[in-house]
């Protein structure tokens, strides 16, 4: 069975730093595409971020780039989001998701609270 | 900035037929954006639908189809339930790697 379990939500005060993880299992985790897909309280989808299998193509959402870094390790089965310089906007719950061209696989989601 | 619309709200009555719709404020919606539909309900994660326009994900009832219709995507709901009552939302693929989603329809059956 696929699992994503992501992790490392929390409240982190405007302009501080966290770290998401999503530890994969039920899967080759080194052959899929891996994705973040956040949801703020009470909106809408938004996509944040795709890595492809290798880790050698890597996308960002405008709204993301220069402050949230996705990456992977392959032997750990694990995907993670640095994100830094946060803001009250990027409040919201922060799914992990497998695959391409729109067939995801999601995880629960991990909140992540920017307040003071 | 691209925005992809959806009909903010429909209503449906239990064992009809509803299509909800996805299209672009400038343009029109082909097969080449691989729109793909998602269902989600409150507290709870996404769930795959449909993909590159037409295809079930696993386990998905043929009660739900993707298409083109006109300048838009479309997913129908056949045969509607109780338990379609959700937020479905669709995405398109802008080139680039990036993806821009709908705001979501809510969808009541009643």
């Known amino acids: 069975e696929v699992q994503l379990v992501e992790s490392g939500g929390g409240l982190v005060k405007p302009g501080g730093s966290l770290r998401l993880s999503c530890a994969a299992s039920g899967f080759s985790f080194s052959y899929y595409n891996m994705n973040w897909v956040r949801q703020a309280p009470g909106k809408g989808l938004e996509w944040v971020s795709s890595i492809s299998s290798s880790g050698s193509y890597i996308y960002y959402a405008d709204s993301v780039k220069g402050r949230l870094t996705i990456s992977r390790d392959n032997a750990k089965k694990s995907l993670y989001l640095q994100m830094n310089s946060l803001r009250a906007e990027d409040t919201a719950v922060y799914y992990c998701a497998r695959g391409d061209s729109g067939d995801y696989q999601w995880g629960q989601g991990t909140l992540v609270t920017v307040s003071s | 900035q691209t925005v992809v619309t959806q009909e903010p709200s429909f209503s449906v009555s239990p064992g009809g037929t509803v299509t909800l719709t996805c299209g672009l404020r400038?343009?029109?919606?082909?097969?080449?954006?691989?729109p793909s539909w998602y269902q989600q309900t409150p507290g709870q994660a996404p769930r795959t639908l449909i993909y590159s326009t037409n295809i079930r994900s696993s386990g998905v009832p043929d009660r739900f189809s993707g298409s083109i219709v006109g300048n838009k995507a479309a997913l129908s709901i056949t045969g509607a339930q109780a338990d379609d009552e959700s937020d479905y939302y669709c995405v398109l693929f802008m080139g680039g790697g990036s993806w821009v989603f709908g705001g979501g329809t809510k969808l009541t059956v009643l």
């Open positions: 400038s343009g029109s919606v082909s097969p080449n954006y691989y």
